[in-house]
């Protein structure tokens, strides 16, 4: 990474908001989501605002947990991953895409990892009759052509952040490099790190293999047991997810999960019961299901975090104008 430490974190927002390496951060960002936008509706997706509550949210949350709201006298969420709803929006169009924010009370312990927010955006992709692959290229290409913009039209905000532009030399082309989850626990605990071959590859592991790399590079095939109800089993490799994860470089972790959607009534009510989940809470999801909600894949890609590694800040928070880190009262 291009920073060793981040300024402390601001008593008040006019304290953050002012520093020039804020500002800078920001216009990169603004830039971004521009180049998203362009980038997406250039190639026929539909832009949709998502739903800030419902009456259920994405139980598959990596141990955060859900904020519940008084709706007229209804239990509520906060939307911790608007999923089900880009299934839903699938009936409408045949790809859409959302600027969704995202609300997660996120452990403790995460405060430490420059990686957590209790609060962020995400961009939300989802692609009617598409599979795996075929959100995965998206991912790539969507995420080249971001940096890309950046590189071209910000120059003087990377060289103020001291984001050395050549970083991205392999990341422009694409191409994103591949490997499958067996493959990156063996690595890991050939490295003396104990990953859980069963579940997903925790936020250490993660950083671990993120920095032995220069570019991008997908993880795929989780096993079942690590993921939501809604990633698709492979038929196939029973036990395998048709799943994946896109980690960045130079130890920044994971940009974006992205999977094949599970669309059957009769395997997500299953699914749900092995997760733990109760299906009598999906009502409304379960009820679209059996009427049929198109077959789909998608991902979503944390927007703060992307931020963070563009413009190379060492905290997330950083990449937010109002950070919300767990744990820590903010405005």
Known sequence: MTSTSSPAFPTSPDQHLTREATRATLRVQSRMLAATRAFLTARG??????????????PGIRGSKQVDVDFYGHKYK???????????SLLAFDKIFY??????????????????????????????????EDAMETAEELVA?????????????????????????????GAFAR??????????????HPQDAGAEIDWQGEEIISAKSSRPFFVVDYPKGSRGFYDREDLANPGVLRNFDLIAPE???????????????????????????????????????????????GFGIGLERFTRY??????????????KVPGVVSA
């Open 45 to 58: 997706f539909q832009e949709l605002l998502p739903p800030v509550v419902g009456p259920v949210t994405d």
């Open 78 to 88: 906060l939307m911790t991953s608007a999923i089900l709803y880009k299934q839903a």
């Open 99 to 132: 600027i969704a924010p995202n609300v997660r009370l996120e452990p403790l312990e995460t405060a430490v990892t420059h990686r957590h927010l209790a609060e962020f955006h995400q961009i939300d992709v989802e692609i009617r009759d598409a599979r795996r």
């Open 145 to 173: 052509h971001v940096v890309a913009e950046v590189v071209r039209e910000q120059p003087g905000d990377l060289e103020l952040l001291g984001r050395d532009a050549d970083a991205f030399r392999e990341v422009v082309q």
């Open 179 to 192: 490997t499958t989850h067996r493959e990156a626990t063996a690595d890991l605990l050939a490295l003396g």
């Open 251 to 297: 130890g920044y972790g994971e940009l974006a999960s992205g999977s094949e959607r599970e669309h059957d009534y009769a395997a997500l009510v299953t699914r749900m019961r092995e997760t733990g989940e109760n299906p009598a809470k999906y009502g409304w999801y379960l009820d679209l299901a059996r009427r049929g909600i198109p077959a789909s894949s």
């Open 310 to 323: 563009v413009t190379g800040r060492t905290a997330v928070w950083e990449a937010s104008a109002y950070p």
